[in-house]
């Protein structure tokens, strides 16, 4: 087995913001960097009144960078901004190990935890969108790149050629995944014309959004320690006590900073958000930037018009110690998905939010339109029903989505109150 590339991280810390800001950021990419299975072994940060245009950090910084990369035989550094063309190129010209930026990171990881077709295509162009404009004269500057952190996806002899090539092949992938949103949008369509109720679970990366999938659904969804273990959309049916199921969908996680290129090209898997018809806002409560967190997350959501779209926030890992900064009002739910009893809280929510969305019909079904009982049971949320002997029929109270198909069969046993 390959042993760990070593990385220095690099960071800048401009007036608006604080040590701890950059701090916690500069963690971050210390986990993006672990996740694609290299090893940050030393942090370098330096205090600027503005980025370099030229440099990013000051000449005098990279020259000691130079002599801790070559003292510690540093295989790669990692910038915690996204570096211009011209930045990237004088700082390759300094130090004598692969330079990368946090995009090129997260596009790094994109591409290694990509499964479906549409998520290859989607990465495949957001990183011919970040290299396009990096193209040095006739072909790239990609000698460098001789596999490890910062080198999967599309090749390097495939990225060594002319711009037209790179702008044919974007197209081809800007067709093909055209074809694959047109198909899930007819896919979604017929749901909603189904009535079926939908439920998108979002958040930071790593907060436990796969994790309470698998708890609600008893699905095998892939779970790990790690930023950005789901990449690819996973939509599960769930059963609820009254016999009545949903689709809950797991969705890519949020992260500050995630690259244009690629909130860009994975619009179009985000936009499971926007049919849903509850948000579960999954937070890791022990998160000292919880705040900082939650706000990215929203502020995604409100860009792709999911703002208005009911939300519940679900504080998770209870289990552990909570951040000083974690504060829960009495709409929001705060668990541990390892609990039972809070995986039924959970349940109870989403309940809730679909009775919320129904318009409620007290009945009287006498025994013989069993067949209309038993539609409206499939296809409805039941919450009450009892024989009775004495009438020989079912006093029955189900919630049907507005405008449902069987609104007109069931309003002739309508008990108006």
Request: glycine share 4%; charged share 30%; hydrophobic share 35%.
């Given at each position: 087995?390959?042993?760990?590339?070593?990385?220095?991280?690099?960071?800048?810390?401009?007036?608006?913001?604080?040590?701890?800001?950059?701090?916690?950021?500069?963690?971050?990419?210390?986990?993006?960097?672990?996740?694609?299975?290299?090893?940050?072994?030393?942090?370098?940060?330096?205090?600027?009144?503005?980025?370099?245009?030229?440099?990013?950090?000051?000449?005098?910084?990279?020259?000691?960078?130079?002599?801790?990369?070559?003292?510690?035989?540093?295989?790669?550094a990692i910038f915690n901004d996204e570096l211009s063309p011209s930045q990237a190129k004088n700082i390759e010209g300094y130090l004598p190990c692969k330079v990368i930026d946090r995009t090129q990171l997260i596009l790094d990881i994109f591409a290694m935890r990509a499964r479906s077709k549409e998520g290859k295509l989607q990465v495949e162009l957001a990183q011919y969108q970040y290299l396009l404009p990096r193209i040095v004269g006739k072909g790239l500057a990609l000698s460098r790149l001789g596999g490890g952190?910062?080198?999967?996806?599309?090749?390097?002899?495939?990225?060594?050629?002319?711009?037209?090539?790179?702008?044919?092949?974007?197209?081809?992938?800007?067709?093909?995944?055209?074809?694959?949103?047109?198909?899930?949008?007819?896919?979604?369509?017929?749901?909603?014309?189904?009535?079926?109720?939908?439920?998108?679970?979002?958040?930071?990366?790593?907060?436990?959004?796969?994790?309470?999938?698998?708890?609600?659904?008893?699905?095998?969804?892939?779970?790990?320690?790690?930023?950005?273990?789901?990449?690819?959309?996973?939509?599960?049916?769930?059963?609820?006590?009254?016999?009545?199921?949903?689709?809950?969908?797991?969705?890519?996680?949020?992260?500050?900073?995630?690259?244009?290129?690629?909130?860009?090209?994975?619009?179009?898997?985000?936009?499971?958000?926007?049919?849903?018809?509850?948000?579960?806002?999954?937070?890791?409560?022990?998160?000292?930037?919880?705040?900082?967190?939650?706000?990215?997350?929203?502020?995604?959501?409100?860009?792709?018009?999911?703002?208005?779209?009911?939300?519940?926030?679900?504080?998770?890992?209870?289990?552990?110690?909570?951040?000083?900064?974690?504060?829960?009002?009495?709409?929001?739910?705060?668990?541990?998905?390892?609990?039972?009893?809070?995986?039924?809280?959970?349940?109870?929510?989403?309940?809730?939010?679909?009775?919320?969305?129904?318009?409620?019909?007290?009945?009287?079904?006498?025994?013989?339109?069993?067949?209309?009982?038993?539609?409206?049971?499939?296809?409805?949320?039941?919450?009450?029903?009892?024989?009775?002997?004495?009438?020989?029929?079912?006093?029955?109270?189900?919630?049907?989505?507005?405008?449902?198909?069987?609104?007109?069969?069931?309003?002739?046993?309508?008990?108006?109150?």
């Open positions: 087995m390959n042993e760990k590339e070593t990385a220095m991280l690099v960071g800048c810390i401009r007036p608006n913001q604080t040590e701890a800001q950059v701090e916690s950021s500069l963690h971050e990419l210390s986990l993006l960097t672990q996740t694609a299975q290299a090893e940050a072994v030393t942090t370098v940060t330096q205090k600027r009144e503005r980025i370099d245009p030229s440099f990013y950090i000051g000449k005098g910084k990279l020259e000691e960078m130079k002599a801790v990369i070559e003292e510690l035989d540093i295989d790669v952190i910062g080198t999967r996806g599309p090749g390097e002899t495939q990225l060594e050629v002319e711009r037209r090539h790179i702008r044919r092949r974007m197209k081809e992938i800007k067709d093909a995944l055209a074809k694959i949103v047109s198909h899930r949008e007819r896919y979604r369509d017929r749901r909603k014309k189904n009535d079926v109720f939908q439920v998108a679970l979002v958040g930071y990366t790593n907060a436990g959004k796969s994790t309470l999938l698998n708890r609600l659904t008893e699905a095998d969804t892939y779970v790990e320690d790690q930023l950005f273990a789901t990449l690819d959309p996973t939509t599960k049916r769930l059963k609820l006590s009254s016999g009545y199921q949903v689709l809950v969908t797991d969705t890519v996680g949020f992260i500050q900073d995630l690259p244009t290129s690629l909130v860009a090209a994975f619009r179009s898997t985000l936009e499971e958000v926007v049919q849903a018809d509850l948000i579960l806002h999954v937070i890791d409560s022990q998160d000292p930037q919880l705040f900082k967190h939650i706000e990215v997350v929203e502020r995604h959501l409100e860009e792709l018009g999911a703002g208005a779209i009911p939300t519940v926030r679900i504080y998770n890992k209870k289990d552990l110690t909570p951040s000083d900064e974690l504060i829960v009002n009495q709409h929001d739910l705060y668990l541990s998905t390892l609990s039972d009893q809070d995986i039924q809280r959970v349940r109870h929510t989403i309940e809730d939010a679909c009775k919320s969305h129904m318009i409620k019909y007290e009945l009287f079904l006498p025994a013989e339109v069993s067949g209309l009982m038993a539609r409206a049971r499939q296809q409805g949320f039941v919450v009450q029903e009892e024989w009775s002997d004495q009438d020989e029929g079912y006093y029955f109270t189900v919630y049907l989505p507005v405008g449902h198909s069987l609104e007109h069969e069931i309003m002739p046993y309508h008990r108006h109150q």
